[in-house]
């Protein structure tokens, strides 16, 4: 089907104006999903945003839910071209047994671009509702299906097995994963509390020089927290290893008696012993 209707679009400009008209009704269906939720958005209403009649819907995307998957799989795709650099950079490092000081660099470099992703949604109410709608459950599970396997568990991927290096705990123990999520948690009250957080910190949006003073702040929480685990790992291991030099030494010092043959007593000797002198 989809076939057919790329073949009926005009070979001169056609496609162009076509993959134009799409990306209009996803970027207006993304606001209206995002205030009214998947239910509440109509089909007609999209369609009455993007400047387009009913049936470009049903050309484009067949129906609601195709076009609710379309708007999805375009904000992974956008998303993706900012979190892909930062997220192959992390791989590349951890593949090349990278110091610890690039592992924590690395892992900050994610984080920085979560923190941008994160205040340019914040400034997008549309976007922010849309991803608040579909992570409290409300919304289609295919947006959730599709955002875990481009987005999230790449994400937390690279991020558990940077913290796995830089800790020294296994990339699935809980403590690991608790310890990413808590991190990049710093972030998501910004995108999910933004009215409230807005109101305590006096201001009115996020603009580029609050983002980056945002942005400043929570970098050097992390980097001191990566830091005080990187030294727990470091002390750990060397208690470790003065207890083993311990042990050793003590296996090599200590006397074995078994060691120390015994006079053999022989019958003979024994009865000679047992004589008194005449």
């Known amino acids: 089907m989809n076939t057919a209707k790329r ?41 009455a945003r993007a400047g387009v009649n009913a049936p470009a819907l049903q050309y484009y995307f067949e129906n609601k839910e195709g076009v609710y998957r379309a708007c999805v799989e375009a904000l992974a795709d956008d998303a993706w071209q ?12 951890l593949r090349e047994n ?37 992570q409290a459950g409300y919304e289609p599970e295919s947006a959730t299906r599709i ?22 705990r296994a990339a699935d123990d809980p403590t690991t ?22 109101a305590m910190l006096g201001w009115t949006s996020i603009d580029a020089e609050k983002a980056e003073q945002l942005k400043s702040t929570i970098r050097e929480q ?5 830091e005080h685990w990187s030294r727990e790992r470091e002390e750990a291991a060397l208690v470790s290893a003065n207890a083993a030099r311990t042990t050793k030494s003590t296996k090599v010092a200590k006397p074995n008696k078994a060691s120390t043959p015994a006079t053999p007593t022989t019958p003979a000797a024994s009865k000679a012993k047992s004589r008194k002198p005449a």
């Open 222 to 226: 992390t980097r001191t927290l990566l």
């Open 98 to 134: 990278a110091d610890t000081d690039v592992l924590i660099d690395a892992f900050l470099g994610i984080q920085d671009v979560m923190a941008d992703r994160t205040f340019e949604k914040a400034n997008k109410p549309g976007r922010r509702m849309f991803f608040a709608r579909e």
């Open 7 to 47: 073949l009926r679009r005009s070979p001169e400009g056609g496609y162009a104006r076509g993959e134009e008209t799409r990306h209009r009704i996803i970027e207006a269906a993304v606001e209206l999903f995002g205030e009214h939720g998947f239910e509440g958005a109509s089909t007609r209403d999209i369609a």
């Open 177 to 198: 994963l608790i310890r990413s999520f808590s991190l990049h948690g710093q972030l998501v009250i910004f995108h999910v509390a933004h009215r409230s957080t807005l």
């Open 82 to 93: 900012t979190f892909g650099p930062a997220v192959e950079h992390a791989q590349q490092m």
């Open 147 to 168: 955002l875990a396997c481009k987005i999230r568990e790449p994400l937390n991927d690279a991020s558990a097995a940077l913290l796995s290096r830089i800790t020294g």
